[in-house]
């Protein structure tokens, strides 16, 4: 992790922040992403699955130096697996020891045995913790995942950055973490937790912002095949799919591509590579025949 860095202090700022760890972002998102820096506010990210939401979080760790904390949602989540759990096993050798040494004072026993060596931090409890750094960046990934009951429990930390433990107490941040909430709209999120938050929807990027993704994270592709990878994606988006390619699907067929060899789009090459591309075996069906003739005549043809 590099040395921390001091939040941006405009709008500009912050681009060239995300630019210069390869997120190439609109500045509409550049602007949301500074205000929710500058104000303390948790960033609500919505948008299909691979349009960018979760990378944001890993260049703003990055490019500010910060811990990156990532908590994966899904269903059954509960407080054990994201904020924290005790060390049970541990708690019984030391109420044993405690016995076999004749100590019966079960009042301090009690008070010892949920001291914070016992405590198991699990994500949200660790993004409360002071860092050296600074406050972590605290990824709170694809939250429509994640039971309405859990959604609920949210509340709490993202209005006061702190966590209640009844037989602990109440642990506070001394300063909140940076947080970034993704959701792929699988489900609502309820109003409560978004009015906590700024928002903003990651939409697909224009040909031109994707074309510039491609060159960036992608070493050693050819002006030629970027620019035909990106026009057959943009043309794919356009079709009856179940899962329309995201930009991570582009980034790893262009990628795919370039370990080939390709020079060009060729139907050989598009059909043997189209599940870098494509993850459902319907969309890669549909794609066959003329439909794939006509989306590779699309992409390979020169623009107007």
């Known amino acids: 992790m590099s040395a921390p860095s001091a939040l941006p202090t405009s709008v500009d700022a912050?681009?060239?922040?995300?630019?210069?760890?390869?997120?190439?972002?609109?500045?509409?998102?550049?602007?949301?992403?500074?205000?929710?820096?500058?104000?303390?506010?948790?960033?609500?990210?919505?948008?299909?699955?691979?349009?960018?939401?979760?990378?944001?979080?890993?260049?703003?760790?990055?490019?500010?130096?910060r811990s990156l904390i990532r908590l994966q949602c899904y269903e059954g989540l509960d407080v054990a697996s994201?904020?924290?759990?005790?060390?049970?096993?541990?708690?019984?050798?030391?109420?044993?020891?405690?016995?076999?040494?004749?100590?019966?004072?079960?009042?301090?026993?009690?008070?010892?045995?949920?001291?914070?060596q016992y405590l198991i931090k699990r994500p949200l409890l660790r993004a409360l913790e002071p860092d050296t750094a600074g406050p972590p960046v605290l990824l709170i990934d694809e939250l429509?995942?994640?039971?309405?009951?859990?959604?609920?429990?949210?509340?709490?930390?993202?209005?006061?950055?702190?966590?209640?433990?009844?037989?602990?107490?109440?642990?506070r941040a001394v300063q909140p973490p940076i947080v970034i909430l993704t959701s792929n709209r699988t489900r609502e999120i309820?109003?409560?937790?978004?009015?906590?938050?700024?928002?903003?929807?990651?939409?697909?990027?224009?040909?031109?912002?994707?074309?510039?993704?491609?060159?960036?994270?992608?070493?050693?592709?050819?002006?030629?095949l970027s620019e035909q990878v990106v026009r057959f994606v943009q043309t794919l988006r356009d079709q009856d799919l179940f899962k329309v390619p995201g930009v991570a699907e582009?980034?790893?067929?262009?990628?795919?591509?370039?370990?080939?060899?390709?020079?060009?789009?060729?139907?050989?090459v598009v059909g043997d590579t189209l599940g870098a591309l494509l993850k459902y075996q319907d969309d890669i069906a549909r794609m066959q025949g003329d439909t794939l003739q006509k989306t590779i005549k699309t992409a390979v043809s020169d623009p107007a």
């Open 250 to 268: 582009t980034i790893d067929w262009a990628t795919a591509l370039t370990q080939l060899d390709a020079r060009t789009l060729t139907p050989q």
């Open 14 to 65: 912050t681009l060239d922040l995300l630019t210069r760890q390869g997120y190439l972002a609109e500045r509409a998102l550049a602007t949301v992403t500074y205000l929710s820096l500058r104000m303390g506010r948790p960033l609500f990210l919505e948008g299909e699955a691979g349009v960018g939401k979760t990378e944001i979080a890993k260049a703003l760790s990055a490019a500010l130096g």
């Open 144 to 171: 429509d995942r994640a039971d309405e009951a859990f959604e609920a429990y949210l509340l709490e930390i993202l209005s006061d950055f702190q966590v209640t433990i009844p037989e602990f107490g109440t642990v």
């Open 82 to 116: 994201a904020v924290y759990e005790w060390n049970s096993a541990a708690q019984m050798i030391a109420i044993r020891l405690a016995e076999a040494a004749g100590d019966t004072d079960r009042e301090q026993l009690s008070h010892d045995i949920f001291a914070e």
């Open 190 to 224: 309820h109003d409560a937790l978004k009015r906590r938050c700024l928002y903003h929807w990651v939409d697909y990027p224009s040909a031109e912002r994707e074309l510039a993704i491609v060159q960036s994270r992608v070493p050693g592709i050819s002006a030629k």
